[in-house]
């Protein structure tokens, strides 16, 4: 009995929460907004409906939250709640590189890395945006950028910067950067 008053107790506690941030989202307060896309695209504490993710994401992202601009562009990469589009999921992911998402720079790197949602593939520009990435703090954008220093993929060829990015991103923590740092390291 007492289990099944608890899960009441919660149960009543999200309701409340997720009508309060309802509220707030209806509000303007767009943070709200990208947490309940959030809750709706996974079904946390809310029946999982990807038409609610994909309108809250919507909203947050007209209202200009970074994070609800990204989500809503993975929606539309990945073609979850609505008809895959890379294109305009490039438009959104460039949307948030240039208001300051480093996550969202790298993203756009990718796409031009692998020519996917753009014209063609161009790995100077991939370049250019995995390096704004990792300069706003992605480790994953210093792993890119030590890639193609270690390819010659958009610049000239150079193990020294190769170097130097792949050991960025694995004093942050990517560890697949520490594996391709030893290997120059090795190589070299």
């Known amino acids: 009995m007492k289990y099944i008053f608890s899960i009441l107790i919660l149960f009543l506690f ?6 309060s941030d309802e509220e707030a989202c209806a509000n ?23 038409k609610k993710a994909f309108d809250f994401y919507t909203k947050s992202c007209n209202g200009n939250d970074l994070a609800g601009c990204y989500s809503l562009g993975l929606m539309h990469f990945r073609g979850v709640g609505v008809e895959k589009n890379p294109f305009i999921a490039n438009d959104l992911f460039l949307k948030t590189c240039n208001n300051g998402s480093a996550l969202g720079c790298t993203t756009i790197g990718y796409s031009y890395a692998d020519g996917v949602g753009v014209d063609k593939i161009d790995h100077e520009k991939a370049l250019k945006y995995f ?3 990792c300069n706003d703090g992605d480790d994953l954008g210093c792993a890119k950028v030590g890639e193609a220093y270690e390819k010659g993929l958009g610049t000239a060829k150079n193990i020294t910067k190769a170097k130097q990015f792949y050991k960025k991103a694995c004093d942050d923590g990517l560890e697949e950067a520490c594996e391709d740092y030893k290997n120059l390291l090795k190589s070299s």
């Open 14 to 19: 999200f309701g409340c929460l997720s009508q």
């Open 131 to 133: 390096m704004k990435g």
């Open 28 to 50: 303007g307060n767009y943070k709200k907004c990208t947490k309940l896309g959030t809750a709706y695209i996974y079904g946390q504490g809310v029946g999982k409906d990807e």
